[in-house]
């Protein structure tokens, strides 16, 4: 099991900027990961993911173009960007692994494919 701990969130206005990171504990770190971000009453959606090997990306479309998720030269640790954020970018930011799945080229976009997850860190973006 992978434990994974997240910082950066925040209160900041529309249009401003955030950095979150994610720190994973172990040895090993060629597995995808992402950040997921939830609101109450609703499940959690992946913002960004990234994979195992060559550092492929995915982002959603509410975000593609503004958030920028990339992993640290020592590859236990990922970040998220986050820019020109809007109040609809609001919610608990969950940072995810998936050990399970491996060296694999291609992002991991469903919750159900992570197993090990952070505690959340809440974004809170006023308008």
């Known amino acids: 099991q992978v434990q994974l701990d997240e910082a950066g969130g925040g209160l900041v206005q529309a249009g401003g900027s955030l950095i979150l990171s994610c720190t994973a504990s172990g040895h090993t770190f060629n597995y995808p990961m992402a950040w997921f971000r939830q609101v109450p009453g609703e499940d959690r959606e992946i913002v960004a993911g990234?994979?195992?090997?060559?550092?492929?990306?995915y982002y959603s479309e509410s975000v593609k173009g503004r958030f920028t998720i990339s992993r640290g030269s020592t590859r236990n640790i990922i970040f998220l960007q986050m820019k020109n954020l809007k109040p609809e970018d609001t919610g608990v930011y969950f940072c995810?692994?998936?050990?399970?799945?491996?060296?694999?080229?291609?992002?991991?976009?469903?919750?159900?494919?992570?197993?090990?997850w952070g505690q959340g860190t809440q974004v809170t973006v006023s308008s």
């Open positions: 995810a692994a998936s050990p399970r799945n491996g060296r694999t080229y291609i992002p991991k976009k469903e919750a159900s494919d992570y197993d090990d």
């Open positions: 990234i994979s195992g090997l060559l550092d492929n990306t």
